[in-house]
């Protein structure tokens, strides 16, 4: 794959934005939120599977849940990607969705039914669909300064302590409370309120992020990125969400693992967000990895997401606890690679006039594949554990395939 133009480690980078803020500390403090904003919905996504477990859910209903949960507002997102690009309200749209989430998951501890949990499990997720293609544009224009790759990994590995202080947290008042979900889930008010109130502080700070783009452009002029003229966005955009959509399809979610771990007794429902806490830690570190290995050699560095994802179904559905275990952990390492360099590439392939709406049309094909994902997986876990290997093991084959495809038009 051709490697995409940015800035290089030792090119002049513009220092401040309009307001004052260097693009790293603007960087540090947006991964601040999201790891204030993990807290409170990965402490409740650690003991998601349980809890919905112990209101009377099936293994189908966890994974169909847990998978609509990334899904449900596709429609949203084809809508909040090209409103964001068209009103330039980018900050709006990012505090709205993360105000919805961290409502969302403080009820969830008190909801007491199954269906009005599966609503808030839902809910939460609606959150993020309204905030992503804003959120994510407006870290990329600061990300053009740091380096594409090294910026959002930063972003995650912070946005990856708060997914492990989290669910610590939540196991801690479990194992006080006696596996009481409704105090371990009230106690995330606290840092939803500090989110709210720092994006409204980084806001007054940084009302225009777009001029770190700016600045590097003016101190480093690059070959410009076409803009087509019907409006439509690059061919080797949909051939790469294709590569996504594929892998994606194939990924269990934590939701299903935790319910196998639980289910065959493996792991208590105390344990369960603990090694959701290790599997942030590994998050963290493969995002890093990953994220310094794209800015010097390009997109084809994912070619490991596949080989990943199929690696997760291999060991995690195991009746031995250490290949489980070693599973979920797999599980950490792909998901870092997800939310940080897939995302990365997005704002390489498409012009910044086009960015959010780019990332809106992303995330639906990554939340509508991971519907297909978790019932895939839900439902064939149910019915039996190598043919799901084999289904899996097939669909990321097809996924490495895409991405050579992608290669190709990159040329």
Partial sequence: MT??????????????????MGPWRFV????????LADVVYEGARSITGPLLASLGASSLVVGTVTGAGETAALGLLLVSGPMADRTRRFWGLTIAGYALTVLSVPLL?????????CVLVIAERVGKA????????????????????RGFAVHEALDQIGAIAGPLLV?????????????????????????????????????????????????APQPA???????????????????????????????????????????????????YAMAMAVDAVAALATGWAYDRIGPRVLVVLPVLTAGV????????????????????A????????????????????????????????????????????GGLYGYSVPVLITVVVAIQVAAVVLLAVTRVDRR
């Fill in 28 to 35: 540090v403090w947006f991964g601040t939120v999201s790891l």
């Fill in 225 to 275: 990125m076409p803009e087509r003229r019907d409006g439509r966005l690059p061919r080797a955009f949909w051939t790469y969400a294709g590569f996504t959509a594929a892998t994606t399809t194939g990924f269990a979610t934590f939701g299903v693992l935790s319910y196998h771990l639980v289910q065959r007794q493996l792991l208590t429902a105390a344990w369960v967000p603990v090694l």
């Fill in 130 to 149: 309204v905030r992503s293609p804003a959120k994510d544009t407006l870290l990329s224009h600061a990300t053009a300064a740091t380096g594409r790759g």
């Fill in 3 to 20: 490697r995409l133009t940015r800035p290089v480690s030792g090119e002049r980078q513009p220092e401040r934005s309009s307001a004052g």
């Fill in 171 to 219: 196991a801690g008042v479990l194992a006080l409370t006696g596996n009481d979900y409704g105090p371990a889930l009230g106690v995330l008010a606290a840092p939803g309120i500090a989110v709210l109130l720092l994006l409204f502080w980084l806001r007054a700070r940084v009302p225009d992020p777009e001029a770190y783009e700016r600045g590097v452009t003016a101190e």
């Fill in 109 to 117: 501890g008190v909801a007491g039914v199954l269906w009005a949990a």
């Fill in 334 to 377: 792909a998901m870092g690679i997800q939310e940080s360099t897939l995302r990365a590439t997005v704002a390489d392939l498409v012009p910044s006039g086009r960015r959010a709406t780019a990332y809106g049309l992303f995330a639906g094909v990554v939340g509508a594949a991971s519907l297909a994902g978790g019932a895939l997986t």
């Fill in 313 to 332: 179904v291999v060991l995690a559905f195991s009746d031995t606890v250490a290949i489980a275990v070693a599973g979920s952990l797999v599980w950490g």
